[in-house]
């Protein structure tokens, strides 16, 4: 089973920029389909980025597209979220999961291997 660790939250102002970090042991990332979410309290969790074990995909929710990019590093196997032109409305806690399908599924029910998040706090 693979286990999560997120990283590389703060509190930082609008139009700033964070890179958040998602190490996992247990199973190598460049055979893990790896996505984030976020959750704000009182809210489900909403889709914000994945990428697939499948060389070439990646898929990313609405709300960031243009403005984060998901990316890994199999030599360390992490799996990174950069985050650009932060908005206030990107304060959330962000969580990283792992699911051994090829397809980049967008719910959070999908996936069973969490990690504990890193909170993102965008505020002036």
């Known amino acids: 089973q693979v286990q999560l660790a997120e990283s590389g939250g703060g509190l930082v102002q609008p139009g700033d920029s964070l890179r958040l970090s998602c190490s996992a042991s247990g199973r190598t990332v460049s055979s893990t389909t790896v996505v984030w979410f976020r959750q704000v309290l009182g809210k489900e969790r909403e889709f914000v980025a994945g990428?697939?074990?499948?060389?070439?995909?990646?898929k990313y929710g609405d709300s960031v597209k243009g403005r984060f990019t998901i990316s890994r590093d199999n030599a360390k196997n992490t799996v990174y979220l950069q985050m650009n032109s932060l908005l206030p409305d990107d304060t959330a806690l962000y969580l990283c999961a792992a699911g051994t399908r090829s397809v980049i599924e967008t719910t959070a029910r999908a996936y069973e291997n969490w990690g504990q998040g890193t909170q993102v706090t965008v505020s002036s």
């Open positions: 990428i697939s074990w499948y060389p070439g995909r990646t």
